[in-house]
C-alpha cells in the first residue's frame, strides 16, 4: 500500500515570537504512528534544518526561502487511514522531503513516491517490501518511484528469477524492465540530495558533485508520498 503523508503549517512567528527557532519548528503528528514512525519524523526534521541552515541547495529564482519562519512555525503532519497503526523506519526520506515542502512552499509532484529509511548524515537506507511497495505504487497510479540504491538487488529479485544477466550492475537494466513489466520510472537514491533532485529537477546540490555523502554538524497542503 501507499501511505500518504499530508502536512500543513498551523501556525507561525508572524514577528510575534522567535523563541522557538533554535528547537523548531514545531510538528504535531497524527494517523496513529508508531515510536520507530515517530523517531523518523524527528530525524527528519534535523536534516532538513541543516540542509537549509548550511545552505545545501541551490534553489531556482522564484524560490524564496525565509528559513526564520520556517524554525518558528506549528506544522500538522497527518497519515490518513487513522484506524489502521503504521510504523517502521521506511518513510524517512517521504517526510523529509514532505517538509522541505513546506518550508520551501514547492509542492511534490502527485505521481512520484519515494521509500527509504533516512539517516542523520543524510543517507537513505535500503527497506524490506519493495515488490509489495512497486505494486501498492502501481495500484496508486504513480508514475515515478524512488527507491533506495542499495535496494538494487531485492528489486532484480522481485523482477525475475534470472539474476545472471544484471550481476553487471553498470547499465541498470533492470530500470527498463520494470518500466516494462509494470509501466513505473523506479530512480535510484542514496542521499536526501538525490531524493530533492529528482522530485525537483530544477535544484541543484551545493555540496561537491562528486560526493556521494555528506555529514551534519552539530494554508496549503504539501504532500508526500511512500
Known amino acids: 500500500s501507499v501511505l500518504v503523508f499530508e ?11 522567535i523563541s522557538n527557532t533554535k528547537n523548531g519548528p514545531t510538528i504535531i503528528s497524527t494517523g496513529n504512528l508508531g515510536n ?35 524554525l518558528s512555525s506549528e506544522y500538522h503532519l497527518h497519515v490518513p487511514a487513522g484506524a489502521i497503526s503504521k510504523d517502521g523506519p521506511s518513510a524517512g526520506a517521504a517526510i523529509a522531503l514532505a517538509l522541505l515542502s513546506v518550508a520551501l512552499k514547492k509542492p511534490v509532484e502527485p505521481t512520484i513516491c519515494m521509500t527509504g529509511e533516512l539517516t542523520l548524515r543524510g543517507k537513505i537506507l535500503p527497506i524490506g517490501g519493495i515488490k509489495e511497495k512497486l505494486l501498492g505504487a502501481r495500484i496508486y497510479g504513480m508514475h515515478k518511484v524512488l527507491v533506495p540504491l542499495a535496494n538494487r538487488s531485492d528489486l532484480v529479485e522481485a523482477l525475475t528469477d534470472d539474476v545472471a544477466p544484471f550481476a553487471n550492475g553498470q547499465d541498470r537494466s533492470e530500470l527498463d524492465l520494470v518500466k516494462q513489466k509494470m509501466h513505473l520510472q523506479v530512480c535510484y537514491v542514496d542521499t536526501i540530495h538525490d531524493v530533492v533532485r529528482h522530485a525537483w529537477p ?15 554538524p552539530d494554508n496549503n497542503s504539501h504532500r508526500a508520498k511512500l
Open 202 to 216: 530544477d535544484f541543484s546540490d551545493a555540496s561537491s558533485p562528486s560526493s556521494n555523502t555528506w555529514t551534519l
Open 36 to 70: 520507530v514512525l515517530q523517531e523518523s519524523i524527528n530525524i527528519a526534521k534535523s536534516v532538513v534544518k541543516v540542509m537549509l541552515r548550511k545552505k545545501q541547495l541551490v534553489f531556482p529564482p522564484q524560490v524564496v526561502i525565509n528559513l526564520q519562519e520556517f
Open 7 to 17: 502536512v500543513i503549517k498551523t501556525g507561525g512567528s508572524d514577528g510575534q515570537d
